[in-house]
């Protein structure tokens, strides 16, 4: 196999990523897979996002970081802003200002050093409600974006992006991920988990999630603080 | 003023971006000013950078990091790889993947925390020949990214991406700059200069600075190593 058949997948510890890691496996790609320290509230997600890449038998794991020099802006990376309970409308707060924008192009730099073609990312159509950079149209922008940004695009290799999740709903996920032996019990989706990994049980993401266990009629192995 | 008459400036402590925050100042914006350590091999560009930001007026100026993980792949961020000396062909070894894809996204996620809606990047048609993220297509792609992947863009607020460079030699750039009172014996251009920003006279970087002096009839203020 040569290095243009193999994947660079963003994987945060959570649900989706961790799916999209064993979708990625399934097609037969080596996987290298990458978590980024952006300043997130917690660091269990970091740890589960080690542990699923090993289980999930990616061939290497990084782990980059992303001061963000204080600038703030999100419950999610700033201490001082709530994370709030589920059930919001519009543009959450816990959006992060360019997050996924970052986490692209972090992942466009690797591959680009490696030699792989293919980028993975867990972006879905739940998200896609609230988060801007979660919609396909963003997905395509960054896609033309990486042929014109980088001296393999330049020379005419094409990098392609692959959101398999982006149309499915939290309860189609969880159930291909079982199939493909995905351990739900160690992926962190949790706003605002404890840093053994426990949920708040409160927050979007995991009333997200626990939707979705109970539409795909499977018993929620999350572990609640 | 309101913060969408604001702007922000990345500044590598160089010529060209210390040149483009002179620029922007006289434009009437209120500027921000970004420098990112991203693994650079030395680090007098970015105490060059905090001091042309006094230097100018800029109203803020911080500095973010990015960990790349050791992904290496270029002599800039690599010291095992040699910086060349001036005169290769092609796109050069010193060349950062996906390097202006991430500045420009830390300056977007900037700029949506603070509602600035002006962002300024010193790329410039000597550098166009070799990086393929200096080229007028890869800023379209960026500008219209940046629309698509913030909550500013969905609500219809328009990000500019300035590029005021982009179609100057180094020699109108220096002149302009002179004209605006930029001082160049602060910036600091070398790829390889030592701890106390003396250049090493030697690399493309310090050529071209050299050359733009030479053609402006200026002399040059550059301390060489």
């Excluded at 739940?126 to 014109?148: K, N, T």
């Excluded at 980088?150 to 999740?165: I, N, Q």
Aim: aromatic content about 6%.
């Amino acid at each position: 196999m040569s290095e243009r058949d193999s994947a660079i997948v963003l994987l945060s510890g959570g649900l989706d990523s961790a799916t999209v890691l064993a979708l990625a496996r399934e097609q037969g790609l080596a996987c290298r897979t990458l978590a980024v320290a952006y300043g997130q509230r917690h660091s269990a997600e970091l740890a589960a996002a080690a542990r699923l890449s090993r289980q999930l038998g990616a061939v290497e794991h990084r782990q980059m970081g992303i001061d963000l020099g204080g600038i703030g802006g999100s419950a999610l990376t700033d201490t001082s802003i709530a994370v709030p309970d589920a059930g919001g409308t519009g543009i959450p707060i816990t959006y992060v200002p360019a997050r996924n924008t970052l986490l692209l192009s972090l992942a466009l730099g690797w591959a680009e050093v490696v030699g792989a073609r293919h980028i993975y990312i867990g972006v879905n159509a739940v998200d896609y409600s609230g988060y801007p950079d979660c919609r396909p149209e963003f997905i395509a922008a960054f896609s033309r974006l990486a042929q014109l940004a980088t001296k393999a695009g330049v020379e005419g290799e094409a990098f392609s992006v692959h959101t398999p999740l982006i149309g499915w709903t939290k309860s189609r996920i969880i159930q291909e991920g079982l199939r493909l032996g995905v351990d739900y019990a160690s992926t962190v989706s949790c706003y605002q988990a404890t840093p053994e990994g426990l949920a708040c049980g409160r927050c979007d993401s995991c009333h997200l999630r626990r939707e979705g266990f109970a539409a795909a009629g499977i018993s929620d192995p999350t572990r609640y603080a």
